[in-house]
Structures are given as structure tokens and as C-alpha cells.
């Protein structure tokens, strides 16, 4: 099936193309020159539209046991968004945390062709698949998490050697079928089983004997030498305590120089500063990543309203469980691996410390000069639901706008603020990088994020509107992989998307002492912890993409 | 043919480390003598080479004609019940994916014995643990009901007792709380079981929860095995808290699991305690998995208004069938020939194990694969974190229970 697109204003950061006028061609999945097209094909008249690349999501929490229990506890969510199926479609529910269709829907509907589960337990990856397979329309991938488990804490006990972990971490990216390797909190996960509730970075964790430093050097280098794309994940210590902005300028340089990704920086850019011993530090943050070329970050921006916070980080979940709105709470000790936590939240722009984090977000956006090196998210659902994109968008890109929801905040929290006086607004350019060209590339997706020919047909059209927000709500036309999935923000095909891997090589011999420590140890054995793509496929349910790796 | 590493999902544990020997239709756990972790595997031996087809109100006939039969009695259906849910996730995914269609409802064969535990969810959240933490972390473990042991047979030695484990030592409390005295268990030298003088398992863990609740009045009559207990649980490390929730009585089961939730958070405040919950013997977990991804809510799920609704009094398949509000039975039952509806419709479809005899005669019996002997597929275990594979072992004719339910779904 071929398409003409014709008369599209164009952004394709890949390509330096800002808002020119010019023809895409879509021939059969993939982006063609428009002149290759046959002049009796299929063509649509977008000339009064924006186009760019599919959009993805860095960092969105869909798939996996947490996710499951996110939505069991948010039962009200659930029953006050439920919505019909229809012949395309199936029914489905939740704002929050949606089901998995919906989930999808949603995301197609706003122009998104990709989202990535950045929580993957190596031991649940099966179940994440699952439910990421059962997320149509987008597709999917997972970072697997590592450096709360006991097997790689006990390698670095032992001295094993970076080649050694290096081979381990290659094991599970290739045992769970992931693209990446998130760590959160490091060892904190872990030391929080033996009852200790706080570890900085730079403390030796008295269960495993090894510091957070220790943990985020060795596998940023491990992720850097395999040759994986993704940098490696960082959840920071010291998640959403007062003053952990030293703590993550300091977590950016245990990764001495190899590159690191720290996300939903906002939860980690707080200072204690003024009456209240809570300040904003997104300032010295975005100096930070400033200076730091290794250095990219999402934001992870707050949004007022009911959300639930779900995460692998159970020491400091549990930290933070008193402040939950409504008040129920859930931590899970995980299988020796890792662990995690889902409670409840209200932010309030009448809290000063909901307000603060809302400002420090839009702080943080605003100071980072690079677009390619701060991307948008929102955690979801942990900040916001993920449909809340269009008005972070327009919040970026409209300076007045900003400045009027700012005016609402507490008035507490506006003191705490400088938000008013900065005066930069994206541009649709910009916008592009951090939500297409930025996410491709630092995933690895050679052929997405960009509208060149050869790429794969994922693209958004959007009808210019007065309201920016408006504007990227509701899309004129979304294409999947070259079919016409979404017109007029409305589902008109569904399709399924395939997950995205890396497969890094590896000296199998690492099995060895692996099949030792499963077999006295775990209670699921090695040859059945392992997911094929075979499996994957069949069982599943999802088509396995597999994307190179390039040693440094 | 010999098999290593086979999954058995007779019981929620999911034990994969299983040696079993196939030969034609006959399949032989080699690895395990357990006579429960056996019955899987002599239950799924087919003799009768007539079970393998369809039948039509007791008369063989080809799976076309029962797929047409089962759409026809679908459409003649006002209200219809996916029920029993005892699958693989693939076989779940498509009876919702027909459940949906036909605007019906869905539920488990266990379906009331897992509210209260929803509910908790729901209601508080929990603490919860899993099974390789609990054999390498915990330093305590207190069961309620020596009942556990036995329903989950190899629990002792997988989880309680393992040869080693990562602490490096294996030395830790077990305790086991009863109300009826077990002499085998009370000669145990590994296991502490106290017999206590109480009507029940229930009354001892709110005695428990006194003892953890700021209300010291409530402390009064405490039993000292509890208060001993207690004591165990607050100089301990690690102290788990494991219980099956079909061991206490359904109708103040809620109230026990909160007791049980509340006594775990309180402690949690100074002390790392964990509760295991153990379960899904039956495919529950697996079946109230797939519900909440795939819906956003547990079961039960009505779909009877275009949306999925979920309100356990109103759609609680049991009471539905009882009151003959529903018309149509859909029964999905593969790993166990036992696993019969206890209650029918009007109209009844069978897509179940090849050696399931119902008592009534059904208007469409459907044999299909056993998952994990004749089919592939992935099942959750009772700690709703691992996925465990289901393998393929065994070769024949029964179609999975996945593909008739598409089958159906795609004649509608």
C-alpha cells in the first residue's frame, strides 16, 4: 500500500528538518522518497498539518506484577473510567493505570508508536511481556532490572572482574528478552530486606558489603562495554528525600564518564532550602547535566490530580507510604532479585511540596539546554498518567500559559520558585527531538524517530490548532508501521507492535555458576527462567525485534 | 521419552524441576514420589481413546460441529458464564476475549474463595513476600494450619527447609499454629507446632493482631503460645507469615486477612515482616491475572453492559447459577479430570480435560490438551511474581483449550 502525504510542514530533528514544506511517501511499512510514488497512489492532503515521527515513551510503567497491582488497588479509578469495545476495539478501564488495551489505545491516540517498560524484573519478565503484548498499537520493550540482586551483589563481594559482570548482565538482557538495564536504588532494595531503611550513595550497605557508587559504576560500565545502546537506567538513592540533589550529581559521576541516564530526575532534584527544609535544586541539576555530556535524564514531571505511584524501589516507597492519598500501600520482597511498592497519590497544587514539585519539573525542562538530553516524561503513572503529554507539551511551549497555572499554586510554593522568570518556550522542533529523534536514538531504534526513506512508517500528523494542547491530543492521522491506525484522534485499525531487544554476546560459561546459584538457591530453574524468542512469539505473543550492539 | 525441568501445576508452588518419562499417552513423574505432585501427571494418562473427540450431548462428533453447536447455543443464550477459568494465561486471554462478545460473565471455580484477599488488596494493600525470598531470608516462619503442608506437599522441602541458602545458614524458626492436635507434627524436632485451646485458626490471629495493636485493653486474654510467638516474630530478621486462605471460614475470612495485614504493618515498623499467601492450586492466580491486565479489574468481570464491570455480589458466578440467572454454562477446566462445575445452567459447554466425567451429561463437551503435558503454555505461581512455562511433552490430537475458545469466539 503506498500513501502520499503531501504538503506536510515537516520536523525531523534527525534530519535538521524544521517545519519545512514537503511530500511523505509511505510505501508499504516504510518512509519513501514521494517522488517514487506511483502518481495514481493513495494521497492525502495534509497541508494545513504538522508531521513528525511517531512519538515515544522512554519511560512508562505498563506491564509487569506492580502494574497489576496498581490496578487492583485503584479500584475506583478503574470503575469510574470504563469504556465500551467496539469491532476494532476491546472494552477496558482506569485513568491511573490503565488496562493493557486501553493503555495502547490511549497512546495511539495521541500519536505515540512506542513505549518502553523501564521496571522489568528478570524473574517477572514473562508476566511484563504479557501484558505488554496485550498493549496493542505501540510498540513495546523493557529495561530489566539489575543491582538489588543477590547474585550480582555477591559477584562484586567476591572481586569478579567488570568482564565477568559483564557477561552476567548480558545473560539477563538475553534471558528476559530486554533492551536495557535499570537499576533503582542501588542496593537500597536490597538492604531495605534487612531492615535498613536509608543507604546514600557512598555507604557500604552492611547486608551486601558493597556501596550504591559501587553498584552504579559497575553496571553503567558493564552496559557501556557490552555495547548496549540505552545507557544504564539510573532510579537514583534517596528517592524524594530533601536534599538528594547531591545525591544525584553525585550518582552521575560514579558512572566516571561512560554514559548514564537518571530518571524522573524531578523526584531527585530537591534541595533543603527555607522554612519548610524543601527547596528546589533543579538549577544545580540541569547545571549538572549541562556540564555532563555522558549525562541524559527524563524529567518525570508531576501533574495535579489522583495518580498512583508505582515502583521497584521498596525502601523508599515505604519511606513515603504515610504521605499515599488515598491511605493503602503495598511492598513486595522480590524473589531475591528486587522488590517494589505502589501507593496512591493526590497531588494537590495546593500542597507546597505537590506545587514545588510541580515548579522543579518545569525548572528542570527549562534549564537543560540540550533537547536531546532531557526527555518527556512523566513517570507514568507516578507523576501523571501518561495522557497528560498534550498539557505538559503546551506548558513547555507557552510561557503566559505556564505563568497562569504557576499563579494557582501555593502561594508558599510560588516563593520557593523562579519558574516565572524563565522565559523559554519549546519550539515544535524541539518538542520532536525530546519526544522522537532523542528516544530513538538512545534506544537504538535506527530506523524510528526520524522521517527519512527507509525508516519505518510511524508518523504522526497533527492539524495545526491555536491550542497546542488540542493540537497534540488528538492527531489527524497516526501511521504504524504504514497503515492508518488513528484519524481524527479516533481508532480506525488496530494492530499489535512487536517487542524491541538487544542481544548482547557473552562467554557462556557465565551459566555455569549461574546454573549453581539456581539450582540451590531460586525456585524456578534456570533453563525455564530463560524466555525465547520462540516463546515469545507463540506463547506470549509478541514479535521479537532484535537491534544491534556496537562495542566501544 | 525423557523430559527434564517439566513444570506441574497441580498445586501453586509451580515446581519445574520435575524428571518425568513419557511413553504413547502415558506419562510417569519420575522425579517426585509425593502423591499429590503424582496425580497431575496419572490424571492426564489417556486410556480411552474416545475421550479425544467432541461430543454433542453424549454423541461423538467432529470439533466443527461442536464449534457450530456451542455458537448456536450462544446465540440462543440471554445470559451466559465463563466459569471453572482452570487454564493456561493464552486459554484465559480468549475466554475473555469471548466473554467480552457475548456480554457474559467470568469468573473461577474459585472465585469465592479469592474475594477476601482481593478485597484486602483493594482495601489496604499488603506486605507481601515470595518463595525463593522466603527460603533464603526468612529466619521465621509461622504457618496457620498444619493443612498447608499438605496441600502444598513439597513446601517443606522447597521452601521451609531447603538444603542451603544464601544467608548461608538453614537454622530458622518454623512454626506451625493449629487448633487440632497433630501428633506427627508435634514429634517434629524441626518444626515448633503449638495445639492451641482455641475454636479456631481465626481466633489465634486476632489474638496475634492484639498484640500488635496499640489498644492494650484488647491484650487481656492473650494465649502465651501467641504471645510466645510474638515474641519469636519481633527477635527475628526476617519473619514470614504464610497462611491459605481456604483454610478459614469464607465468611469472616476478610476479616482475618485484614487482621493479618494490620499485624504485618504494624510490625513492619520496626522489624521486617512479610506475609506469603499461598494459593492458586487451581489456576486462580493466572486467571486473576490476565482479569486485571487485560480488564483493570479481579474477577469476577461482567461485561454485560458493553464495559467491564466488576461487583463480586452481583457477578459471583456460584450464586449466579444457584439462582438460575444465568442460562448458558461455558466450563473451562484443563488440569484435572476432577475440576467439575458443582453447580449447572440450563445449557452447558464442556471445554475440558479429555478424562473429565461430568455428572451431568453436558450439551457440548469439548476435550482439549492438558497445558503443561500436551500443550505449551505459561501459568503464575501462588506469588503472582514468577511466570512459569508450561512444556508440550506429550503428542496427540486434542486441540488446546486457546483454539476452541477462538473457535467459538470467531463462529459468533
Request: net charge negative.
Amino acid at each position: 500500500m503506498a500513501i502520499k502525504l503531501v504538503g506536510a510542514q515537516v520536523y525531523d530533528p534527525v534530519h535538521q528538518i524544521d517545519g519545512k514544506q514537503m511530500d511523505i511517501g509511505i510505501d508499504q511499512e516504510q518512509i519513501c522518497n514521494a517522488d517514487t510514488l506511483a502518481p495514481d497512489c493513495e494521497s492525502i492532503d495534509i497541508s494545513d498539518c504538522i508531521v513528525m515521527a511517531g512519538a515515544i515513551d522512554l519511560h512508562t510503567h505498563i506491564g509487569g506484577g506492580k502494574v497489576n497491582i496498581a490496578r487492583t488497588m485503584m479500584i475506583e479509578d478503574h470503575q469510574a473510567h470504563s469504556h465500551h469495545g467496539d469491532h476494532q476495539c476491546r472494552s477496558g478501564s482506569g485513568h491511573a493505570v490503565p488496562s493493557t488495551f486501553t493503555a495502547g489505545y490511549r497512546y495511539a491516540e495521541m500519536g505515540y508508536t512506542a513505549g518502553f517498560e523501564p521496571a522489568v524484573l528478570p524473574v517477572n519478565a514473562r508476566q511484563a511481556h504479557l501484558e505488554m503484548a496485550d498493549t496493542p498499537m505501540i510498540d513495546k520493550g523493557g529495561y530489566v532490572l539489575l543491582g538489588n540482586d543477590d547474585f550480582l551483589l555477591q559477584m562484586m563481594r567476591d572481586g569478579a572482574s567488570q568482564s565477568a559482570i559483564n557477561d552476567y548482565v548480558a545473560w539477563v538482557l538475553n534471558a528476559s528478552q530486554c533492551i536495557g538495564i535499570k537499576v533503582v536504588n542501588a542496593g537500597g532494595v536490597h538492604a531495605f530486606k534487612f531492615n535498613q531503611r536509608r543507604l546514600d550513595l557512598d555507604e557500604v550497605s552492611t547486608a551486601s558489603g558493597v556501596t550504591p557508587r559501587q553498584i552504579v559504576n559497575v553496571l553503567s560500565r558493564a552496559v557501556y562495554e557490552l555495547g548496549v545502546t540505552h545507557p544504564l537506567h539510573v532510579h537514583a538513592s534517596n528517592l524524594g528525600v530533601p536534599g538528594n540533589f547531591e545525591t544525584t550529581i553525585a550518582t552521575m559521576g560514579a558512572a566516571e564518564g561512560v554514559p548514564i541516564h537518571l530518571t524522573h530526575i524531578q523526584f531527585h532534584s530537591y534541595g533543603t532550602e527555607g522554612d519548610m527544609k524543601f527547596s528546589s535544586a533543579a538549577c544545580e541539576i540541569a547545571e549538572a547535566i549541562n556540564k555532563n555530556k555522558n549525562v541524559t535524564a527524563d524529567v518525570g514531571q508531576i501533574m495535579f490530580g489522583q495518580t498512583v505511584t508505582t515502583s521497584g524501589d521498596t525502601m523508599m516507597q515505604y519511606y513515603g507510604h504515610e504521605h499515599g492519598n488515598p491511605k493503602k500501600w503495598t511492598v513486595m520482597d522480590i524473589e531475591c532479585e528486587m522488590g517494589c511498592g505502589v501507593v496512591p497519590f493526590r497531588y494537590r497544587d495546593k500542597s507546597f511540596v505537590n506545587a514545588l514539585q510541580w515548579s522543579i519539573g518545569l525548572e528542570i525542562f527549562l534549564q537543560v539546554n540540550d533537547p536531546w538530553r532531557v526527555f518527556l516524561t512523566t513517570d507514568h503513572p507516578n507523576g501523571a498518567p501518561f495522557t497528560s503529554y498534550p498539557h505538559l507539551i503546551k506548558l513547555l511551549m507557552n510561557r503566559s500559559f505556564r505563568n497562569d497555572h504557576f499563579s494557582n499554586l501555593s502561594p508558599e510554593a510560588q516563593r520557593m520558585s523562579n519558574l516565572p522568570s524563565m522565559d523559554r518556550e519549546y519550539s515544535l522542533y524541539e518538542i520532536a527531538i525530546m519526544t522522537r529523534a532523542a528516544p530513538a536514538k538512545i534506544l537504538g531504534l535506527a530506523d524510528q524517530g526520524h522521517l527519512a526513506a527507509g525508516a519505518t512508517a510511524n508518523i504522526t500528523v497533527y492539524r495545526k490548532q491555536d491550542d497546542i494542547e488540542q493540537m497534540f491530543a488528538r492527531p489527524a492521522y497516526v501511521f504504524k508501521n504504514g497503515k492508518m491506525i488513528v484519524k481524527d484522534g479516533q481508532i480506525i485499525e488496530t494492530v499489535k507492535g512487536v517487542t524491541h531487544v538487544v542481544k548482547p554476546d557473552y562467554d557462556k560459561s557465565i551459566e555455569k555458576s549461574l546454573r549453581t546459584y539456581f539450582d540451590k538457591f531460586q525456585t524456578i530453574s534456570l533453563d525455564n527462567f530463560k524466555i525465547s524468542n520462540d516463546e515469545m512469539e507463540e506463547c506470549i505473543g509478541s514479535q521479537v525485534v532484535e537491534h544491534p550492539c556496537k562495542k566501544p | 521419552m525423557q523430559f527434564k525441568h517439566v513444570t506441574c501445576p497441580q498445586c501453586g508452588l509451580l515446581c519445574d524441576d520435575l524428571d518425568v518419562s513419557v511413553n504413547d499417552q502415558d506419562v510417569t513423574l519420575n522425579s517426585n514420589s509425593n502423591s499429590v505432585c503424582q496425580q497431575f501427571f496419572i490424571d492426564a494418562k489417556l486410556t480411552d481413546k474416545s475421550a479425544l473427540q467432541p461430543q454433542i450431548q453424549g454423541k461423538p462428533c467432529t470439533l466443527d460441529e461442536a464449534v457450530a453447536y456451542a455458537a448456536k447455543l450462544y446465540t440462543e443464550a440471554k445470559q451466559s458464564v465463563i466459569s471453572g477459568l482452570i487454564a493456561d494465561v493464552q486459554a484465559c486471554r480468549s475466554a475473555f476475549a469471548l466473554a467480552e462478545k457475548t456480554r457474559g460473565v467470568i469468573d473461577h471455580a474459585n472465585g469465592q474463595g479469592m474475594r477476601a484477599s482481593t478485597a484486602i488488596m483493594q482495601r489496604y494493600g499488603e506486605v507481601r513476600t515470595t518463595l525463593s525470598e522466603t527460603r533464603n531470608r526468612a529466619d521465621c516462619i509461622v504457618l496457620f494450619g498444619a493443612e498447608v503442608l499438605s496441600k502444598f506437599p513439597r513446601l517443606r522441602e522447597r521452601i521451609l527447609k531447603p538444603a542451603e541458602t544464601l544467608s548461608g545458614s538453614t537454622a530458622r524458626k518454623i512454626i506451625i499454629i493449629d487448633v487440632v492436635a497433630n501428633a506427627e507434627l508435634a514429634a517434629d524436632k524441626e518444626i515448633e507446632f503449638f495445639h492451641l485451646p482455641l475454636p479456631n485458626l481465626e481466633t489465634a490471629i486476632q489474638q496475634l493482631q492484639y498484640l500488635a495493636s496499640p489498644r492494650a485493653s484488647e491484650k487481656a486474654e492473650i494465649e502465651p503460645a501467641i504471645r510466645q510467638i510474638h515474641q519469636d516474630i519481633l527477635a527475628s530478621n526476617y519473619s514470614v507469615l504464610a497462611w491459605t486462605a481456604s483454610l478459614f471460614a469464607k465468611i469472616t475470612a476478610e476479616q482475618t486477612l485484614q487482621n493479618l495485614t494490620f499485624f504485618i504493618k504494624e510490625t513492619m515498623k520496626i522489624k521486617r515482616c512479610v506475609g506469603l499467601p499461598l494459593g492458586s492450586s487451581r489456576g486462580e492466580i493466572t486467571a486473576n491475572q490476565v482479569s486485571t491486565w487485560q480488564t483493570g479489574f479481579p474477577l469476577p468481570v461482567a461485561f454485560s453492559t458493553g464495559t467491564p464491570e466488576h461487583n463480586p455480589t452481583i457477578y459471583n458466578a456460584d450464586t449466579m447459577l444457584a439462582n438460575s440467572e444465568v442460562d448458558l454454562l461455558v466450563w473451562l477446566s484443563t488440569y484435572s479430570p476432577d475440576d467439575t462445575p458443582q453447580q449447572y445452567a440450563k445449557t452447558n459447554i464442556m471445554i475440558a480435560h479429555p478424562n473429565m466425567q461430568c455428572s451431568q451429561t453436558a450439551d457440548v463437551f469439548i476435550p482439549v490438551g492438558v497445558p503443561g503435558i500436551d500443550q505449551r503454555g505459561l501459568a503464575c505461581r501462588t506469588d503472582a511474581v514468577a511466570t512459569l512455562p508450561l512444556h508440550s511433552i506429550r503428542e496427540n490430537d486434542l486441540p488446546s483449550a486457546d483454539h476452541v475458545l477462538n473457535l467459538i469466539f470467531q463462529a459468533l
